[in-house]
């Protein structure tokens, strides 16, 4: 049994099954993340000249390199030689685990290419990329709950989650860990209202809520591994340990790059100027 002051989660990840179809939790929070998500994102878009159909393409190609890339970078990290030995698992999602480190490393370079194709600005729709998966993490954390996994170590803390569901995927059941799928709710929240107050207030220009994300992102991953039930690679760090590093690394040129194209400010508020939009798009001062 439990300790008595702890959480005890009896939830099955799994929501209903229809005959062979199952459905879970953690797949209805991921269609619920992306909805929002593309709410939120269209809504910058559109405030800023750009019609559904200009971008709507983007977003399906988006979701989908994102999926997978985040499928396989959780392969890479997780055992690639168990998954080069057993294809059929390596984008098997529904049986939990997806590393969003990999849609970081492809789906930006991906935009890139698109708006470059299409005569977009790059940086525009990287902010509305950024408030894509702000909105959407926390939302998708709510099914790693439900499925008992992202955990930290066995704890007697108040707020530990004990899983005592025969479907879970926690390491023991009945057994109480530290919910760092939790703690990472809670801090990709931080990071939307971040975003949401830097737009309103410090009117940023084009591609300040892009870096400002991604810096948070690395900064909070480095440090929510600590709590991470995770094998440690290499220099006493976990694997997403090193790729924030990485991605801290990375950003030091894309931010660079980014002050030294000049952009000027974007418009203030989320409902377009009349003045300032000319077919489509926002028109240069």
């Not at 939990?96 to 005569?119: D, E, Q």
């Amino acid at each position: 049994m439990p300790p008595f002051l702890v959480i005890t989660f009896p939830f099955s990840p799994i929501l209903v099954r229809l005959g062979p179809l199952t459905i879970r939790w953690y797949g209805v929070c991921y269609a619920v993340a992306f909805l929002v998500g593309l709410w939120l994102a269209g809504r910058h878009l559109r405030a800023r000249g750009l019609r559904e159909q200009d971008y709507a393409n983007l977003a399906f190609w988006c979701i989908v390199l994102g999926l997978i890339s985040a499928r396989l970078y959780y392969d890479f990290q997780s055992g690639a030689g168990y998954y080069l030995t057993h294809p059929q698992h390596l984008l098997a999602t529904w049986e939990g685990g997806m590393a969003y480190f990999g849609a970081i490393w492809t789906v930006p370079i991906f935009i890139f290419l698109y708006t470059r194709w299409k005569g977009m600005d790059f940086w525009v729709v990287a902010d509305a990329a950024a408030f894509f998966a702000a909105a959407g993490q926390p939302i998708g954390r709510i099914g790693n709950i439900f499925n008992g996994e992202i955990l930290g170590p066995p704890s007697n803390l108040p707020w530990a989650f004990a899983y005592t569901n025969p479907n879970s995927m926690a390491p023991q059941l009945g057994v109480a860990y530290q919910p760092a799928a939790l703690y990472e709710l809670l801090i990709g929240l931080c990071i939307l209202g971040i975003l949401l107050v830097v737009r309103r207030r410090l009117r940023p220009r084009a591609g300040a809520l892009l870096l400002i994300y991604l810096a948070l992102y690395a900064v909070s991953q480095f440090g929510i591994f600590f709590l991470r039930d995770n094998s440690i690679t290499a220099l006493g760090l976990k694997q997403a340990q090193l790729s924030s590093i990485a991605l801290a690394i990375a950003l030091v040129p894309v931010t660079w790059y980014w002050l030294r194209s000049g952009r000027r400010p974007q418009l203030p508020t989320d409902t377009p100027n009349p003045m300032e939009v000319r077919d489509g798009y926002q028109a240069e001062a």
